[in-house]
C-alpha cells in the first residue's frame, strides 16, 4: 500500500521584519550596544535569511518600537522578558487560526471537502494547551465529531516527517482514510533575552509558519519510505526544554560537523536499501536548520549548493519555521513538479536525522 499526498498549503502571518530590522530589534530589546551590537548584526547576517514573520508583529511597516508590544525592553541584566505563562496564552491565540488557514489550503488544493477528513494528525513544538490546536480545527474546519486525532509534540524540526509518519501508517491500515496533517510553529515566542551564544542563535535563525498536508491512497506524490538516524553521543549537542521565560534551545557549535561526519555513511546505506545511490536521487529537500547546516550536509552526502536551492530559497524567504518549514519547501517543489525520487532531510533534538523518500 502507499499514501500520496492529495493537497499541500502552507500559511504565514501577514507581518515580517526584514533581518536587518530582527537585528536591530534584538539589539534594542537586550540593551546590546558597542562591539557587541556589531558582533549581533555579523551573525544575523550570516544566518541566509532576508525576512521572518512573526504572529507578534502588528505592522511591517514604521518603527520598530511600535511594530510589537509584547516583548518590552529589558529593565536590567537580569530581566528575561515574558514568563512562559504569557508565552502561551499567546501560542493558544494565534497557534490554531495560522494552523487553519494552512490545512483550508491543503484541503483547497486536495479538491477535497472538511468532512473528507477521517484522521487529524498535528505537530508542534512552540507551546502547549488543552483542548488543542487539532481540537480548535475540528471546531473551525466543521469535521465529524468522530474524527481521529493525533499530536506529534515537542519533536523539533523534524516534527513534521514524524507526523507523516502516522498518516502513512493510517492510510496503510485503513484504505480509504483521509488524513489531515498540520504542522505550526510560533518560534518567535520564544525570543531569549541575554547575551549568551545559546541565546544568540536561535534568535537569529527562527520563525513563525503554518504548513498542511493531506494524505489518502490516491493524489501525486508517493511516500515510499521514511527512516530515522539518531547520532550516538549527541543528545546534549541540541535540546528544546521548557524555561521559565519560554523554551530554551541548546545548538551545539559541534552539530554542522556532527552531520558533515556521521550523516554520509547512513545516507548512503539507507538510500541503498532503497536500490538508490546519492545520485540518483533527482531532487532533495532538506530542512534548513541554517546555512551551516545546509552546507554540513551537502558534503555528508556529495551534493552541491544547487540541490539545496530550494531550502535557500525557503530560508532567505521565511527563515526556520521549525517542523512547518519541510512543508514550506515540499510545496514548493511540488509546484514546480519538480523530478522524482525526491528525498527529504531533517533534524532535530537527539541529535536525530529524519528522512523521506518520495516517489
Avoid at 511597516?61 to 512562559?84: I, M, N, V
Avoid at 494547551?129 to 474524527?147: C, H, M, W
Avoid at 504542522?183 to 537569529?204: I, K, T
Avoid at 559541534?254 to 531532487?283: F, K, Y
Amino acid at each position: 500500500m502507499s499514501v500520496r499526498v492529495a493537497g499541500i498549503g502552507t500559511a504565514l502571518p501577514p507581518h515580517a521584519l526584514t533581518q536587518r530590522d530582527a537585528a536591530r530589534l534584538h539589539a534594542t530589546l537586550c540593551g546590546v550596544e558597542g562591539a557587541r551590537a556589531r558582533a549581533l548584526h555579523a551573525l544575523y547576517d550570516r544566518s541566509g535569511i532576508h525576512r521572518r514573520h512573526s504572529v507578534l508583529l502588528r505592522t511591517s511597516e514604521g518603527p520598530l518600537e511600535t511594530r510589537q508590544d509584547f516583548f518590552p525592553s529589558a529593565a536590567g541584566p537580569h530581566d528575561e522578558g515574558p514568563g512562559t505563562r504569557a508565552r502561551m496564552e499567546r501560542y493558544e491565540l494565534e497557534a490554531p487560526a495560522l494552523a487553519l488557514r494552512a490545512a483550508l489550503a491543503a484541503l483547497d488544493d486536495a479538491g477535497l471537502a472538511p468532512h473528507r477528513v477521517t484522521h487529524l494528525v498535528s505537530a508542534s513544538c512552540t507551546g502547549f494547551f488543552a483542548p488543542g490546536v487539532e481540537q480548535e480545527l475540528i471546531a473551525s474546519l466543521g469535521l465529524d465529531g468522530g474524527v481521529r486525532r493525533t499530536h506529534v509534540g515537542f519533536m523539533g524540526c523534524h516534527g513534521a516527517f514524524n507526523a507523516l509518519a502516522v498518516a502513512r501508517a493510517v492510510v496503510d491500515a485503513e484504505p480509504d482514510a483521509v488524513v489531515l496533517v498540520c504542522a505550526v510553529e510560533l518560534c518567535s515566542l520564544h525570543f531569549a533575552y541575554g547575551r549568551d551564544r545559546e541565546a544568540l542563535v536561535p534568535n537569529a535563525l527562527f520563525a513563525d509558519g503554518a504548513g498542511a498536508v493531506v494524505c489518502a491512497r490516491s493524489g501525486r506524490w508517493t511516500l515510499a519510505a521514511l527512516a530515522s538516524c539518531r547520532i550516538p553521543d549527541t543528545a546534549g549537542d541540541m535540546t528544546w526544554r521548557i524555561g521559565d521565560h519560554g523554551f530554551r534551545m541548546t545548538l551545539s557549535p559541534r552539530v554542522p560537523d556532527l552531520i558533515e561526519r556521521e550523516v554520509g555513511p547512513w545516507m548512503e546505506a539507507w538510500l541503498a536499501s532503497h536500490g538508490l545511490r546519492a545520485r540518483d536521487v533527482a531532487t532533495w529537500a532538506v530542512h534548513p536548520g541554517g546555512p551551516r547546516i545546509l552546507e554540513a550536509f551537502e558534503s555528508a552526502a556529495g551534493l552541491e549548493p544547487r540541490h539545496t536551492a530550494v531550502s535557500r530559497e525557503v530560508l532567505r524567504a521565511c527563515g526556520n519555521m521549525s517542523s512547518a518549514t519541510i512543508v514550506f519547501i515540499l510545496e514548493r517543489l511540488l509546484r514546480r513538479d519538480a523530478p522524482r525520487p525526491l528525498v527529504a532531510v531533517g533534524f532535530g533534538p537527539g541529535l536525530v536525522v529524519e528522512t523521506m523518500l518520495w516517489l
